[in-house]
């Protein structure tokens, strides 16, 4: 991972962190504990973190030298030292007993580091049976819009330079996550067949813990437009659910994404459902 790269992710989104940090909060609910972030994206919450909630005990963990020893550096200039503490550890082996932690945070997307699956059965194992973890990539709700527009364009530049991949169906099914699927065909698009371009499908793949959606693909007319959706809803961690919730017009093609999105729950218009 380019370093140089990662710092100017990380310095992009510290505006951010501070909005992260209280959405954590509101789902764990807790002033005390024993916190772990992992990752390369670590530090920027838990620093927000150890500001506002200086009852946590707060540890981060990554796994190239490089971003410990960046980390901690991050740590020391931010006068948090005493409170947070850099370890180094592969992530998909972590270096902690059992049980230990009442809260993971692991940020960024999770296919961007972990495609086997590994690290999600780690943070199962470290925390602890009443523990929370939170995992994910996304701006959060509560983040304003107008600092979202104001880094989004950049952050999507830096973090494909870093190598964010996008996943497929088969992917998917390798690293073990389960998964739902939903797809439309273009012959039931009443645009498409008027077009007489009823080749073709919509179909979307979405996890079934979350609902994130986690791939697209669209083959058929006017495919190289319609994406564009999905790459936005790609970029801002979007669910199933807000694909079904946002208003497409009839009739026109960009109705198969939102019947795919709906078919993923057996809830589509205008195919079967099985």
């Given amino acids: 991972m380019d370093l140089r790269i990662l710092k100017d992710v990380n310095g992009l989104w510290s505006k951010i962190y501070p909005y992260l940090a209280v959405r954590v909060m509101k789902y764990y609910g807790r002033g005390s504990g024993e916190v772990l972030e992992l990752g390369s994206f670590s530090g920027g919450i838990s620093i927000e973190l150890a500001r506002l909630y200086p009852g946590l005990n707060i540890t981060i963990a990554a796994q190239e030298k490089g971003v410990v020893d960046y980390l901690q550096k991050e740590i020391e200039e931010a006068r948090l030292n005493r409170k947070v503490e850099v370890r180094g550890s592969a992530l998909d082996s972590l270096g902690f007993a059992d049980g230990l932690f009442d809260l993971v945070i692991f940020r960024g997307a999770y296919f961007f580091l ?36 104001e880094i989004a364009e950049e952050s999507r530049d830096l973090n494909d330079r870093l190598g964010r991949k996008r996943v497929t169906e088969e ?33 979307v793949i979405a996890a079934k813990d979350d609902d994130e959606i986690l791939g697209v693909h669209i083959i058929g007319p006017m495919a190289g437009e319609l994406i564009a ?46």
Avoid: C
């Avoid at 007489?196 to 179909?203: L, Q, R």
């Avoid at 801002?236 to 729950?265: M, V």
């Fill in 114 to 149: 972990d495609e086997e699956g590994r690290m999600l059965r780690e943070i199962y194992r470290v925390l602890k049976e009443d523990g929370l973890a939170f995992v994910g990539g996304g701006y959060g709700k509560d983040t304003p819009q107008a600092l979202i527009d």
């Fill in 171 to 203: 992917e998917v099914k390798k690293t073990g996550r389960e998964y739902k699927v939903g797809s439309f065909p273009f012959m039931a698009s009443g645009r498409a067949r008027a077009m007489e371009a009823p080749a073709g499908f919509a179909k």
């Fill in 229 to 274: 959706e999905a790459v936005l809803a790609l970029e801002y961690s979007a669910s199933a659910e807000d694909l079904q919730r946002t208003i497409h017009a009839h009739p026109t093609l960009s109705e198969a994404l939102h019947e795919a999105a709906l078919s993923a729950d057996k809830r589509a218009i205008d195919v079967p459902n099985r």
